[in-house]
């Protein structure tokens, strides 16, 4: 497989053992770090397509590493952590995490989860050259191409999952999509995320394209139901 991986933990003996699983799986451009420093240099020169990031490493921590990440790849990050509190996870999802396990865990899940971030990739990939590059709705405006977003002409920034996300909602719009089929058609069927999850997302996508995030007007909450991307605000 052409995917490149970057796997980061300070614990040496758990990124060989998810090493020999993907060799297994044929993944062969893999990468190790071992600190948060490390990863961020090799994550620019490698550009990776996932990178496995350890919350807790010696110089850097993961929540950091994955926010400078942020300033230039929209690469799958899966977060590994032995903590299993939901604020720890909305913590890693909302600073542009995608997905969070927790230790201990099986080196074979964790190569699952990687393929589940490739499978997602491919989707986007696929959708894409089948539409338009450029969606509109109301005042936003999406370029799939660059992965750019605009509000009345002005760029707004977005993580890589608030990107899907916004660009599922503008495909829809007008629709109502539950929770269950954002789950599906962003982050995979088989995720296993924590459900405060697309609320989390939800509120920082409006943050981003609503006058006014708290009584937002474009994207809408349909209560029992999930959420609709308005074309046009009342």
Not at 15 to 37: C, M, P, R, S
Not at 204 to 230: A, F, M, N, W
Request: net charge negative; charged share 30%.
């Amino acid at each position: 497989m052409n995917s490149k991986i970057l796997l980061v933990d300070d614990e040496k003996d758990i990124i060989d053992l998810i090493q020999e699983v993907l060799l297994q799986d044929g993944f062969h451009a893999i990468q190790k770090a071992y600190t948060g420093l490390d990863a961020l240099q090799i994550c620019r020169e490698f550009q990776p397509d996932v990178v496995v990031l350890d919350i807790m490493l010696p110089d850097l921590g993961g929540l950091e590493v994955c926010k400078k990440i942020r300033e230039f790849s929209y690469c799958s990050i899966l977060f590994l952590s032995s903590k299993n509190d939901d604020i720890d996870k909305i913590l890693g999802l909302s600073c542009g995490g995608d997905d969070y396990i927790t230790k201990p865990f099986s080196p074979r899940e964790v190569v699952f989860r990687i393929k589940a971030q490739l499978r997602r990739q491919q989707y986007q990939a696929t959708l894409g050259s089948g539409c338009s590059d450029t969606l509109c709705v109301g005042p936003l405006s999406l370029d799939r191409e660059s992965c750019r977003a605009y509000k009345s002409g002005q760029e707004i920034s977005l993580t890589g999952r608030e990107f899907l996300l916004l660009s599922y909602l503008m495909e829809n719009a007008d629709k109502i999509i539950s929770k269950e089929r954002l789950y599906e058609q962003v982050w995979g069927e088989y995720s296993s995320i924590c459900d405060n999850t697309i609320m989390v997302h939800i509120r920082h996508i409006r943050e981003k394209i609503e006058d006014t995030p708290s009584s937002p007007q474009q994207l809408i909450t349909v209560k029992g139901l999930g959420y609709k991307l308005k074309k046009r605000t009342d």
